[in-house]
């Protein structure tokens, strides 16, 4: 029996908890990209759940409004607390005990269930809080990354809840609005496709496919073959531009299993130079050894690229 | 997981920036330098007439 009681508080104080916490944190980093492998989902799950499990027992044993509300118990001093689990806890281990105790048993059994089932409203309304707070801070990331305890804090907690895919796949970083993530795809049959990522799966953190918007295959063999001729005749190398062929098609979905390498470019919209926070930090690196006062150092663009 | 999600971010953001502006920032360190601490300024130009500047505020005495 307290086998089977143990199995119900596991699943209502852990695992139900790490459900909420993914599928509230899911909706500002999408569930797709939001990965637990399951070595680490006992981890995970206790991490997420040991702060707000604290407070919610806190709460319910000392705050005002929480440990009355909801399912409010007439006696609910710490004696009685402590006199009801025993008597439940004392049952349940023995049949014996069960039957001297079978009067007490029902009301105090009734009683434990109604301080377990406020106590576990209150943790899962908490659990859900902090996945939403989470999720926007990790969601934000790239508005947030300057300030330097969040930047500590999302090396530390926040990346542990998010697959490496996303910033790879995704303008996650968003270094300039308008960023969008191009990928030179070598496939086994040795053909390479180009196109910008639109929509990438997974399946227990693991790619298991990848779609390219706007794709186009290069004509490496075409491309070799011109580039042998011009050698011989000794004139100018082919343009490689030329040899990129449009697909007939909006969207080319690629299996793993036959990429055999991927090269992803982050292309900033049209007109941008560089994200001045990279750069600035790029500098402050470069230049740490000068006697400059880096804090001080500042990055402006005054003239975009030439139009062509 | 070999890696942790922050060296890979470190990387992306590492790639962020164009290539002639990290060229030009490496090969000419020592002199960006110097017109910091001279003019207080330095300008890098880029293939398309794109321009960065870099500036570093003096800081006022009390």
């Known amino acids: 029996m307290l086998a089977v009681v143990f199995s119900l508080l596991l699943t209502v104080y852990l695992i139900v908890p790490e459900a909420i916490f993914r599928t509230i944190f899911g909706y500002f980093i999408p569930p797709r990209n939001f990965v637990l492998t399951r070595t680490e989902t006992a981890y995970r799950a206790v991490l997420v759940t040991i702060l707000p499990f604290s407070l919610a027992l806190t709460a319910s044993w000392y705050a005002p409004i929480v440990r009355n509300w909801p399912f409010p118990l007439r006696e609910n001093t710490i004696t009685v607390r402590r006199s009801d689990y025993k008597t439940v806890v004392g049952a349940m281990y023995s049949d014996k005990k069960f039957d001297d105790t079978q009067s007490q048993f029902w009301p105090a059994l009734t009683r434990c269930i109604r301080r377990q089932g406020r106590l576990a409203l209150w943790y899962f309304f908490l659990v859900g809080l902090e996945a939403g707070l989470l999720g926007w801070a990790a969601a934000n990331y790239s508005r947030l990354r300057n300030i330097r305890a969040y930047k500590w804090f999302a090396d530390r907690v926040l990346f542990k809840f998010i697959s490496e895919w996303h910033p790879l796949l995704t303008p996650y970083l968003n270094f300039l609005p308008g960023t969008v993530v191009q990928a030179d795809v070598l496939c086994t049959n040795d053909v390479l496709y180009q196109g910008v990522v639109s929509e990438y799966f997974l399946q227990d953190g693991k790619l298991t496919g990848i779609i390219l918007h706007k794709p186009r295959r290069f004509e490496r063999q075409l491309y070799l073959e011109a580039k042998k001729d011009a050698q011989k005749a000794s004139t100018a190398a082919p343009d490689r531009k030329q040899y990129w062929v449009t697909i007939p098609s909006e969207n080319l979905y690629f299996f793993p299993d036959k990429i055999v390498n991927m090269n992803l470019t982050y292309l900033s919209p049209p007109g941008a130079t560089a994200d001045l926070q990279v750069l600035q930090d790029l500098l402050k690196e470069v230049l740490s050894r000068s006697t400059l006062d880096l804090d001080r150092l500042t990055v402006s663009i005054p003239r975009g690229p030439r139009k062509k | ?62």
């Open chain 2, 1 to 62: 997981m070999v890696t942790t999600l922050s060296k890979i971010v470190e990387m992306i953001e590492r790639g962020a920036i164009p290539a002639w502006v990290r060229e030009q920032v490496f090969s000419n360190k020592e002199e960006i330098a110097q017109a910091l601490r001279e003019n207080g300024s330095y300008t890098l130009t880029g293939p398309n007439g794109e321009e960065i500047e870099i500036r570093v505020e003096k800081a006022v005495a009390a």
